[in-house]
């Protein structure tokens, strides 16, 4: 077991870590990682936001305790270019945690998405938000939500969204002189780096 | 600029337009009338090459050239630009970014930042947009009207030479009107045309067209200037129609 703490910093995850304790205030990087498996602890009124952007690595499986007052926000976009298994798993225990998992991804081949998040009795005010877009070119994708939910005053929102890129759209590129080939590496762009624009991420990945 | 001839158009088997036909001088600005789901947009579509469309028979000629057999890119490159009665949104595709692959699709050279940037915040300006709709998603959460707003922005960054307007006026207020309608004639010379669709006359206020044309049963029924648009505001088509008759008798 390999394990970094964060205490208000920033930092880019090094090779070979696999568990995160996280105090006070922090962001994560994971830039292509070949993380296969990370477990992140959070502190009472800790905060973290994860990016994690991966085109093509291996398979992960993220699992994130928070035991009260503590703020994640896991942001990643990847492109399966091979099959890629993607398990994200959030336990909440305790009062007032919110936990944010949002992803884009590009599937050339198979894309499997499990989001599980389990509160557990006792908490209160807990908040839980999934938003999964998957854009398949030439590949297929399939994400499992599962919720467990045991506390009272909950806040679970899932939504997800497969789809290929829509002939209208396609139509109004080409009729803006842009080729097909140019157009889908357009939304494919948008998907990949859309959500770290002007984010000092961008400049890290593009 | 373009002659249609003896035109028929299909979609999912079921002919829109038939024996359609309507020609377009350069510099000319011409409008197209007639009720809904007569085939207004169908013509527009055809025109930029959607591929639901079926051209069944007849020709279409731009610029001397068989337009049938370009594909969409290519009229595009070819000056062919159309500002559809419903824009879409892309979410997460800005605006610079498509704009700047389009330019660089057209031109075959490298979009330049600094002067990209430059003319593109005159257009906002001229337009009466904010700038920060350079950066903004294509049309993405913005009003109808605002959508109308950014396909122009588009409009005189790509510099066609035919424009289609499937509808500009709706959607927009009476000052978006009034801006945009006087920012296309200043755009026009007599090296560009406009096709004006349109179910009202005040957009035709500004843009005066040299020939109003009225779509029905497939194709064009009659064909006047400015009065016949004003004809049609006042009486409506249905009351045309009797006229129409009338002078048969
Ligand atoms: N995919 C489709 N399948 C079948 N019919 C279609 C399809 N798309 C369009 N049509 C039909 O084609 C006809 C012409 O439609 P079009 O949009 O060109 O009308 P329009 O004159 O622009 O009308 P409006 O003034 O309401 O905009 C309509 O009857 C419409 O229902
Ligand atoms: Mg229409």
């Known amino acids: 077991m390999n394990k970094l703490l964060m205490?208000?910093?920033?930092?880019?995850?090094?090779?070979?870590?696999?568990?995160?304790?996280?105090?006070?205030?922090n962001i994560l990087y994971l830039i292509h990682h070949q993380v296969e498996t990370l477990k992140i602890y959070m502190e009472e009124n800790a905060t973290l936001t994860v990016y994690d952007f991966c085109l093509g690595?291996?398979?992960?499986?993220?699992?994130?305790?928070?035991?009260?007052?503590?703020?994640?926000?896991?942001?990643?976009?990847?492109?399966?270019?091979?099959?890629?298994?993607?398990?994200?798993?959030?336990?909440?225990?305790?009062?007032?945690?919110?936990?944010?998992?949002?992803?884009?991804?590009?599937?050339?081949?198979?894309?499997?998405?499990?989001?599980?998040?389990?509160?557990v009795e006792g908490g209160k005010n807990n908040e839980l938000n999934e938003d999964i877009k998957v854009l398949t070119v030439?590949?297929?994708?399939?994400?499992?939500?599962?919720l467990n939910v045991s506390a009272l005053e909950t806040l679970a929102n899932h939504t997800t969204a497969i789809s290929n890129i829509r002939e209208d759209v396609l139509f109004y590129f080409l009729s803006k002189g842009i080729d097909s080939k140019q157009a889908i590496e357009l939304i494919e762009n948008s998907y990949l780096y859309g959500m770290f624009k002007n984010t000092e991420f961008f400049n890290m990945i593009k | 600029m373009l002659q249609i001839e003896h035109l028929?158009?299909?979609?999912?088997?079921?002919?829109i337009l038939r024996d359609f036909s309507l020609s377009i001088k350069k510099g000319e600005i011409a409008c197209l009338m007639g009720p809904n789901g007569i085939g207004k947009s169908t013509i527009c579509k055809v025109?930029?090459?959607?591929?639901?469309?079926?051209?069944?028979?007849?020709?279409?000629?731009?610029?001397?050239?068989?337009?049938?057999?370009?594909?969409?890119?290519?009229?595009?490159?070819?000056?062919?630009?159309?500002?559809?009665?419903?824009?879409?949104?892309?979410?997460?595709?800005?605006?610079?970014?498509?704009?700047?692959?389009?330019?660089?699709?057209?031109?075959?050279?490298?979009?330049?930042?600094?002067?990209?940037?430059?003319?593109?915040?005159?257009?906002?300006?001229?337009l009466d947009i904010p700038l920060e709709f350079i950066h903004r998603g294509v049309?993405?959460?913005?009003?109808?009207?605002?959508?109308?707003?950014?396909?122009?922005?588009?409009?005189?960054?790509?510099?066609?030479?035919?424009?289609?307007?499937?509808?500009?006026?709706?959607?927009l207020d009476i000052d978006s009107l009034k801006?945009?309608?006087?920012?296309?004639?200043?755009?026009?010379?007599?090296?560009?045309?406009?096709?004006i669709i349109t179910h009202h006359i005040s957009i035709l206020e500004y843009l005066h067209p040299d020939t109003v044309h009225i779509l029905k049963n497939g194709r064009i029924i009659n064909s006047g200037d400015y009065n016949l648009a004003k004809k049609i505001e006042a009486d409506g088509f249905s009351a045309y129609e009797v006229c129409e008759e009338e002078t048969y008798e």
Not at chain 2, 8 to 15: D, P, Q, R
Not at chain 2, 179 to 191: C, G, N, R
């Open chain 1, 7 to 25: 205490d208000g910093e920033k930092k880019t995850l090094d090779e070979g870590i696999d568990v995160v304790e996280v105090k006070g205030e």
């Open chain 1, 57 to 119: 690595g291996k398979n992960r499986q993220i699992e994130v305790f928070q035991n009260g007052h503590s703020k994640i926000a896991y942001i990643h976009s990847f492109k399966a270019t091979k099959n890629y298994h993607f398990t994200y798993l959030v336990n909440l225990r305790g009062n007032e945690n919110v936990n944010n998992i949002c992803i884009r991804g590009i599937s050339n081949s198979e894309a499997t998405l499990n989001i599980e998040g389990n509160v």
């Open chain 2, 179 to 195: 801006t945009l309608s006087e920012s296309l004639s200043q755009y026009k010379t007599k090296e560009k045309s406009i096709l």
């Open chain 2, 47 to 126: 025109l930029m090459g959607d591929p639901h469309y079926k051209v069944e028979a007849g020709s279409i000629f731009y610029k001397g050239e068989d337009l049938v057999s370009l594909d969409v890119v290519e009229r595009s490159h070819k000056g062919i630009y159309l500002v559809s009665q419903n824009p879409i949104s892309i979410e997460g595709v800005t605006n610079a970014e498509m704009l700047r692959a389009a330019l660089e699709s057209k031109t075959g050279e490298k979009s330049n930042f600094f002067e990209f940037n430059k003319k593109a915040k005159a257009i906002c300006e001229k």
């Open chain 1, 138 to 146: 030439g590949g297929s994708a399939s994400v499992s939500p599962i």
């Open chain 2, 8 to 15: 028929t158009v299909s979609i999912e088997g079921k002919v």
């Open chain 2, 139 to 171: 049309n993405e959460g913005m009003s109808g009207g605002e959508k109308k707003k950014n396909e122009l922005l588009h409009l005189y960054l790509l510099e066609p030479d035919l424009i289609l307007l499937d509808e500009l006026d709706s959607g």
